[in-house]
């Protein structure tokens, strides 16, 4: 992996749901991935737990995560030619959209816990993409503690 710091925002957690405490690559603790100021109806929240309210907007941790959504990014914002609509390119570079007419139904720009296969990947492909990251809100998970 040509970037391989990243394995300091993610390496696979114990333990059923992230408490509190967990902390960000910088050891201070885990700051929230903020949607608050991003008019998004569909996806207000963001995070894999963002059903469990306390948990809503963090990149937190969880076995049932097998995507690994540890990584805050600012996702950038473009617009669709054709419509006007508003979508992030993240979702058509990675892959994950096939048009940016079917990513304007994805999460919009700002800040989104992404998996970290994702964000290596868009990485690889676009080193610029490092300016996104949130360092405050990835997150840091000590594979040695119990």
């Known amino acids: 992996m040509a970037y391989p710091w990243l394995w300091l925002v993610a390496v696979l957690a114990a333990g059923s749901y992230a408490d509190q405490s967990q902390l960000n690559v910088r050891g201070t603790l885990l700051a929230k991935c903020d949607r608050s100021a991003v008019h998004d109806p569909r996806y207000p929240t963001t995070g894999y737990m963002r059903p469990v309210k306390d948990l809503q907007n963090k990149c937190t941790a969880v076995n049932e995560d097998m995507g690994s959504h540890y990584v805050c990014v600012n996702l950038p914002a473009a617009t669709v030619p054709t419509t006007g609509d508003t979508f992030s390119p993240f979702w058509t570079k990675t892959g994950q959209a096939s048009t940016p007419q079917n990513a304007a139904s994805w999460p919009k720009p700002g800040p989104w816990c992404i ?11 676009h080193p610029e993409f490092v300016n996104d990251l949130d360092c405050e809100v990835a997150l840091h998970l000590n594979p040695t503690a119990s």
């Open 115 to 125: 998996c970290m296969w994702a964000f290596a990947s868009m990485l690889d492909q």
